[in-house]
């Protein structure tokens, strides 16, 4: 007969400790399924207690399993991680560069990449909060080793985002037959990007929620190589190949990723329990709105930009190449200070698992200043680096004659000063996310899209159309400052709130 | 097809941004307000609000699209607020008592959907057979009023020209010209996701209809019995129809004044707020006239007199057996009566619209440019671009424009050249007494040009002389129309 892993240091993963009393053995046992009808009909003992009471003598005599000591943390490839996710992005824009082309978007004329940009920004925005959701649960049953529960409710979101954005595809055709924004055939090459993107970030999202990074870029350079062989070799037009192209990237992932699954999944046994539907929802609707409102968020100073003034254009969007130009020298600085987020969390679960073993039960004001004197530091060394990234950024591209005019300058200024706010707001959002306080993330959010889209629009449509990165910069600081708020009080009850958020 | 579409989208537009959505944000929760007093109060306050808001937005050319929704909306919340549907609480149960309104509406819904299967056509409305005459004149007059509407795309008076751009500009975030109708159309504009000359040509008869409702509403209110609505509404139908040569000018604003009016003598003793703004918006609409307005009020007043004398001294089946003959009556007057109106002049000819509604659908956005007088602005405008005929001919000499070398000074690939064959002036409009001026004292030279039967016809020789030398040495002009009364050149520029 099997007996319960309290019982046996050597089973225990390093992890075993001496129990302190009886009692702490008996909730141990109890604690793995040992009730007293099983203390008697397997184990022989009149109850739990009883079978407490006969182990705790031999168990107290076992010395504790050496510990091992814990791995050093890596800075640099911690920072490294977290800059991985802009590795796909360098690859498109070496294929931009390169071949005038890539995975989404090249030499396109004004209106159909009006459409491929309108259909790629609705693609992030619709599949942010399914993201969101999906890796929120992916990881809990990851790290809880539930492989088939994280297969099971990863596809559910899958299928439930497919879905939605079918719905969201046919609607939208309807009021755009109704309202006459885009017509034929932009209306349709937005869709099918939205559609397809869409199911690459899906995709993609899955790699990214198992830690496969290079398996993203993997992907990401196999569907450009696509574009490449359907476009150049084959003579497929640019939109139609790209489309496959993006379809066959996804399938790729959407392999490796079930690929990924099922070998963690080796050998381990899971209950097969899903909880009810809506309470898995009244739990996640604030990651799903915070995903949806995040990628809103980043993309609604571009919309802005784009709708504003085009009354002498061909349709009421404007693609703006000198603004897409200056927000994607801005995003090179977001690459860099990103990679400090990943960085930062990982130091603040290393801080707290040590402030927490060290610090008496009865000194938890303690715990809790150290905890705020660390985000206070943190928050004091990420500033001046990020600023400073920002800035060499902004010398460097001057220096190389990167603007083609004042325009492009004043739009990266904006957008490099607001990046680093951004990147403040993530951390913050990712230590309230997890502390399990998404309402709190929400709320900074939330209040960040409208500082966004209130300044933006009345700066875009009062001035010229590249002041509508000014409402980026304004919701940046809105978005740190709320979050950051809302940090500092919850690290003055850090006790609190760490413990609320284990159970 | 496509203006009965139109047509119908305006209605629908109109009666959800001022009725639907208003009565169920407004509707007092649990006071004894019956749905017709609601509607009433509602309507006016929601005008009201659509007038001082817009004005302000306008005047600081902010009336664009997201602003005017976000007002909108802020108004159903407040209205929702003060009719005591939504309240505003800080508690812990804000989740769950959502979670609850959501689950009994989708309830709701689900019963209605089980429901109608089980509905016969004639329980849904379980009344007397009165309100289907009344709807069946209401009809008639709808008929009646919008056939010119539904028949041209021109506009009967300069008034509709002016309001059109007006609502263009206001839209547009530009200087406007500030017209009440004009900050009353905007949100139907938006919702009905047409042209703003669109709304314009239709809401007149939608307005005209409005005043037959509000003279009923008026009627109602004070009398409470719905044969002197059938008798007030049909004697208010049929008015117009015995001044066969109403300024249509003077009566689109008129009708509207009126309409305010009545719907200010069915609020009294309801809703004093209500009262007050119908009352401001009659009075800033500023009608040229009253004149049109005499017969609707005089048959209000009349059913309101009959109602009160008549009431009790005749029984209640001739009252209705009466009323009934008097819609049917009227309604088959009006029905006699539909005429889509001369389809030509005073100031535009209706092929010259329909050139520029083609032009709109046929080809991309700011891609063409029009050269043709005011009056076709209106109907491109936001979509292509304009140049005045006056200063095309102004600026291009025969000679230069004959040398084969010659390109047309314009950043667009397609150029219209509206060319009046027979001017529209002055054989058509023999009664526009309005447009006799003063040639010694008149500095203007597009007045003298475009008003003057001389000066409209050396405009369109001018263009016809520019058109015929350019097409001797260049072979990328064509026909896009031509009828008898004008022509449309069309020229390929840019590739």
Not at chain 1, 93 to 121: D, K, R, Y
Not at chain 2, 400 to 415: G, I, N
């Amino acid at each position: 007969m099997s007996h319960p892993k309290c019982l046996h240091p050597e089973l225990s993963d390093g992890i075993w400790s001496p129990p302190l009393d009886v009692a702490d053995l008996a909730t141990r046992l109890e604690a793995e399924g040992v009730t007293p009808a099983v203390a008697r009909a397997k184990h022989g003992f009149a109850d739990v207690w009883a079978m407490a009471e006969a182990w705790f003598p031999k168990l107290q005599a076992v010395p504790s399993p050496r510990k091992k000591d814990p791995a050093p943390q890596r800075k640099w490839p911690e920072y490294l991680r977290g800059m991985s996710f802009g590795l796909p992005l360098l690859l498109s824009c070496v294929a931009m560069l390169w071949l005038h082309f890539s995975l989404w978007g090249g030499n396109l004329p004004t209106e159909t990449a009006t459409a491929v940009g309108a259909g790629s920004i609705t693609s992030f925005v619709l599949t942010g909060g399914f993201v969101q959701v999906m890796a929120r649960r992916g990881l809990f049953y990851l790290g809880t080793k539930q492989f088939e529960r994280c297969w099971r409710s990863t596809w559910f979101w899958v299928r439930a985002c497919f879905l939605t954005n079918l719905c969201f595809v046919l609607l939208f055709t309807m009021v755009n037959l109704y309202f006459g924004w885009l017509p034929n055939p932009l209306g349709p090459v937005a869709m099918s990007f939205c559609v397809c993107l869409g199911v690459y970030w899906l995709a993609t999202g899955i790699l990214y929620m198992l830690d496969q990074y290079l398996l993203v870029s993997v992907s990401s350079l196999l569907g450009i190589s696509a574009v490449v062989a359907l476009h150049t070799a084959f003579g497929v037009e640019l939109l139609p190949a790209q489309l496959i192209a993006i379809l066959f990237a996804s399938c790729l992932a959407f392999l490796m990723a079930a690929a990924v699954l099922k070998k963690r999944a080796l050998g381990v046994r899971s209950v097969q329990i899903d909880g009810p539907v809506n309470r898995q929802f009244s739990m996640l609707w604030p990651y799903f709105a915070y995903g949806t409102l995040y990628y809103f968020f980043l993309f609604s100073d571009r919309l802005l930009a784009w709708t504003a003034h085009t009354n002498t254009a061909s349709l009421v969007l404007a693609f703006r190449g000198e603004y897409e130009l200056a927000s994607f020298i801005g995003l090179l600085a977001f690459i860099l200070q990103a990679g400090w987020v990943h960085l930062a969390t990982a130091r603040f679960y290393k801080n707290v698992r040590l402030n927490q073993a060290s610090i008496n039960v009865y000194d938890r004001g303690t715990f809790n200043r150290n905890m705020l004197r660390f985000y206070a530091w943190q928050a004091g060394v990420f500033f001046p680096a990020a600023l400073l990234v920002s800035v060499s950024i902004y010398t460097c591209a001057r220096m190389l004659h990167v603007f083609p005019g004042e325009l492009v300058d004043h739009v990266a200024a904006w957008a490099l000063a607001g990046y680093p706010f951004l990147v403040f707001g993530l951390w913050n959002v990712s230590l309230l996310f997890g502390l399990s306080r998404s309402s709190c993330a929400l709320q900074a959010i939330a209040s960040a899209c409208c500082a966004n889209l209130v300044t933006g629009y009345l700066a875009s449509r009062l001035g010229g159309y590249e002041l509508a990165v000014s409402g980026f910069t304004c919701g940046a600081i809105v978005f740190a400052v709320v979050a950051g708020r809302h940090c500092v009080e919850t690290f003055r009850r850090l006790d609190y709130y760490y413990l609320a958020a284990a159970i | 097809m496509a203006s009965m579409s139109d047509f119908a989208r305006v209605i629908l537009a109109f009666i959800i941004v001022y009725v639907v959505l208003p009565v169920a944000a407004g509707r007092r929760k649990g006071a004894d307000e019956s749905l017709f007093h609601t509607t009433v109060r509602v309507f006016l306050l929601t005008s009201a609000f659509f007038v001082c808001t817009v004005s302000g937005l306008g005047r600081l050319r902010l009336a664009l699209p997201p602003i005017i929704i976000l007002t909108y909306v802020v108004w159903l919340l407040g209205l929702s607020l003060t009719s005591g549907r939504l309240t505003l609480h800080r508690s812990g149960d804000l989740q769950p008592a959502f979670r609850l309104r959501l689950a009994s509406f989708a309830a709701k819904i689900r019963l209605m959907i089980l429901s109608v299967p089980h509905v016969r056509l004639f329980d849904l409305i379980r009344l007397s057979p009165l309100p289907g005459y009344l709807v069946l004149l209401l009809f008639a007059a709808t008929c009646q009023r919008a056939a010119f509407a539904l028949g041209n795309l021109h506009f009967p008076a300069v008034d509709g020209y002016s309001r059109a751009m007006s609502l263009h500009l206001l839209n547009a975030g530009e200087l406007w010209q500030p017209n009440v109708s004009v900050t009353l159309l905007s949100p139907v504009v938006l919702l009905s996701g047409l042209t703003p000359e669109t709304v314009i040509r239709f809401v007149d008869p939608v307005f005209s209809v409005c005043l037959i409702l509000a003279v009923g509403a008026c009627v109602f209110r004070w009398t409470g019995r719905l044969w002197t609505v059938c008798i007030a509404c049909s004697l208010a139908a049929v008015a117009p129809l015995a001044a066969a040569n109403a300024d249509a000018a003077a009566s689109a604003q008129a009708v509207m004044c009126g309409t305010y009016l009545m719907l200010a003598f069915a609020a009294i003793g309801r809703s004093s707020a209500a009262a007050l703004a119908a009352v401001a918006i009659a009075a800033v609409s500023n009608p040229s006239s009253f004149q049109p307005l005499a017969a609707p009020l005089g048959s209000g007043f009349f059913a309101v007199a009959i109602g009160k004398v008549f009431s009790t001294q005749v029984r209640s089946g001739l009252h209705n057996f009466i009323a009934a003959c008097c819609c049917v009556m009227c309604g088959v007057l009006l029905l006699a009566d539909v005429r889509q109106g001369p389809n030509d002049g005073p100031f535009q000819y209706e092929s010259a619209a329909r050139a520029c509604d083609a032009i709109s659908r046929n080809f991309s956005r700011n891609s063409w440019l029009v050269v043709s007088t005011t009056y076709e602005l209106p109907f491109i405008y936001q979509r292509g671009w304009h140049l005045e005929l006056l200063d095309f001919v102004s600026k291009q000499r025969p000679e230069d424009v004959a040398r084969p070398d010659f390109r047309f000074p314009y950043q667009v690939r397609h150029l219209f050249l509206f060319v009046e064959r027979r001017p529209v002036l002055p054989q058509i409009c023999l009664n526009c007494w309005q447009w006799s001026l003063n040639v010694a004292q008149t500095f203007d030279p597009a007045l003298l040009a475009y008003v003057s039967p001389r000066g409209r016809g050396s405009l369109s020789f001018n263009a016809a002389e520019l058109v015929a030398a350019y097409q001797r040495t260049h072979d990328d002009l064509t026909v896009f129309y031509s009828d008898d009364n004008l022509t449309v050149y069309h020229v390929r520029l840019l590739t």
